[in-house]
């Protein structure tokens, strides 16, 4: 039944005061972030109903651009807090939404009676007829005993009431006088500003106010990040504003600023990202495309730039987390996001995000996200092939993967994050036609994903589908085209090819593979294969020395053992690569 809206709230031990924006336990005041706590009282303002996502992110957010990413963090925050573990206050409502399953009272506020309208903005408060008639009252008892000609005690004890009246009326004089002060900015909030187009092209403005709204959409998909809705940004359009003034009128971190000019059939498009508080640049980028080939430029714009942005944008926010001591959980899974997805890895800080992400597990068991990401720490071991220096097996770490992604994915089966990672889990243990399904669907929820594109490239491969693959794996790499794992994008190409016999481009594609990362021990194994396939016998055989320093103990039969393959048709493929290594020197 759903709650009549109300000040107060009680459900279970939990006490919701609406007015005054808070939580408690058993009188201990609980802390949420603001947007958590709009969460929480409209799921509990609608108990026993199913609210659906897109009404809630309407009515929590509904002058900005959000994903369901937002929402998602909002009610993790929330079970957090209340200390929930099954699910029995707020249930998840599979590709729905949620329910606010825990009976909800209104609760009687008897402050109401009593309290003044609240003053706006830059207006002077004034005290309410009950609180002056109250302060008056008090204040003439005080003074009557003197008015009456009383005796000392009397008058002592009078002047002591009326500076009790008045030190009352000072502190609340200064309660309602306080500046406000605004709420910190969400941490990946954004303001994109009308793109600038100069020359009175009516043509060119159209073109400027397209890729201002495909940005702004494509941000927005950025996972837990706050974009201002274009209506509203467009308000700025015109006008020469400082960064800083934007940022603190619109409440927002960052601000994307740029403009668009046209130099014939060619149009150069120039952003930067400036910090909203302290007005510097942090990233900038210049783009050009053909007008001929509008469709082209949109691909590059909301393909790169998003993504682009989404690097910097988690290294600025990482180093601030880093900074605060006391890290929470949220800030804890960012450094680790960072660690895992936004650098170039490491052996060493692939532990330490697999620590951190254990941490914010134990914390927090209902976070998907968290799960989902301690499981790619075991999935990376196995690609990398670090597993001897874990002490590991690859069949323990691709178990252990698997019960954590498996767990993630029941939790949060809607998060193109978790979708993703259960589907490379999958992939990689050679369950790749279930991997290709959910790695579809995570594309389906995130097409500029260049991860997705790149784990479908790869199970596509192990299916022997390779001119598949080679499809996905260049859409990853446009997507993309300055990404950190790049070297994986190629060397995943350079298999596809070697698999259908064209040795010249698996070789140009290793040697790719291995200038973007020298230290990828296995894109030297494909270097030397495809060179000996070639009969180019001094290369295959520098390179197998140099895949050899790096894996000594690596063999044919190791290569073997691993079972990359999912069908016969990929193993059959595959004896060309094998073929290649036994050429070059590799012992069997």
């Known amino acids: 039944m759903q709650v009549r809206a109300a000040n107060r709230l009680r459900f279970e031990e939990f006490d919701l005061d609406v007015g005054c924006r808070t939580l408690r336990r058993a009188g201990r005041r609980l802390d949420l972030r603001p947007r958590s706590f709009d969460v929480l009282v409209y799921l509990a303002e609608a108990a026993g109903r199913p609210v659906g996502k897109d009404e809630i992110l309407a009515a929590v ?16 925050d929330i079970r957090q807090v209340l200390g929930e573990h099954g699910q029995h206050i707020i249930k998840t409502l599979p590709r729905r939404g949620y329910l606010f399953a825990a009976p909800v009272e209104p609760v009687p506020d008897s402050r109401a009676a009593d309290a003044g309208p609240a003053t706006p903005a830059g207006e002077t ?11 008056g009252t008090l204040a003439g008892e005080a003074a009557a005993p003197v008015r009456r000609g009383a005796s000392a005690a009397a008058l002592w004890s009078g002047l002591a009431a009326a500076t009790v009246a008045v030190a009352a009326l000072a502190w609340w004089w200064q309660q309602r006088s306080a500046p406000v002060v605004p709420p910190a900015p969400p941490r990946l909030s954004i303001a994109v500003l009308p793109l600038a187009s100069d020359g009175g092209d009516p043509a060119q403005d159209r073109l400027a106010a397209v890729l201002t709204d495909e940005i702004t959409v494509d941000l927005s998909r950025i996972p837990e990040s706050f974009v201002i809705a ?6 700025y359009r015109g006008r020469s504003v400082d960064a800083r003034r934007v940022g603190r009128e619109l409440g927002v971190r960052y601000v994307l600023d740029g403009g668009l000019v046209r130099l014939g059939d060619t149009v150069r498009l120039t952003l930067q990202l400036i910090d ?20 082209a430029l949109y691909r590059r714009v909301t393909g790169t730039v998003a993504r682009s942005l989404d690097l910097r944008l988690q290294e600025v926010e990482t180093a601030r987390a880093r900074a ?36 914010v597990s ?17 999935n990376y071991d196995v690609s990398q092939r670090w597993l001897s220096l874990r002490g590991a097996t690859r069949e323990q770490w691709l178990q252990q993967a698997d019960r954590l992604s498996a767990q993630a994915f029941q939790l949060d089966p809607a998060d193109a994050r978790v979708v993703g990672v259960r589907g490379t889990t999958l992939a ?17 929820l995130n097409r500029n994903d260049a991860s997705a594109w790149f784990w479908l490239g790869y199970a596509r491969c192990t299916l022997g589908r390779q001119d ?13 085209p300055r990404d950190p794992n790049l070297n994986g994008i190629f060397v995943v190409t350079a298999a596809a090819h070697l698999y259908l016999g064209r040795d010249g481009e698996a070789l140009e594609w290793a040697r790719r593979s291995v200038l973007e990362r020298p230290q990828h021990a296995v894109a030297h194994s494909w270097v030397a294969a495809a060179a000996a396939n070639l009969g180019e016998t001094e290369t295959a055989r520098e390179a197998l020395a140099e895949f050899r320093r790096r894996l000594p103990s690596y063999t044919i039969s190791s290569f073997r053992d691993e079972r990359l393959c999912a069908n016969d048709l990929c193993r059959a493929q595959r004896e060309r690569y094998y073929a290649g290594l036994a050429k070059a020197g590799l012992p069997e």
């Open 362 to 378: 134990a914390r927090d068991p209902g976070s998907g996200l968290a799960f989902a990401l301690l499981a790619q720490t075991y």
């Open 61 to 76: 957010w509904p002058d900005v651009v959000v994903g369901e990413e937002s929402l998602t963090r909002c009610v993790s």
């Open 276 to 295: 909203g508080e302290s007005g510097r640049a942090l990233w900038a980028d210049r783009i050009d495309g053909e007008l001929p080939d509008l469709p």
């Open 468 to 480: 598949e693959a080679i499809a996905a794996l260049e859409q990853a790499r446009r997507l993309s």
């Open 230 to 235: 274009r209506a509203t940004a467009d308000s």
């Open 428 to 444: 990689l243990a050679g369950r790749s036609e279930q991997a290709v399904e959910l790695l579809g669907r995570q594309i389906g």
């Open 125 to 135: 408060a004034v005290p309410s007829s009950s609180a002056r008639a109250a302060i």
């Open 324 to 359: 605060q001591p006391g890290a929470d959980s949220q800030e804890l899974l960012l450094q680790a996001r960072w660690l895992l997805q936004f650098n170039r890895t490491t052996p060493d800080s692939l532990q330490e995000a697999r620590r951190l992400l254990e941490q």
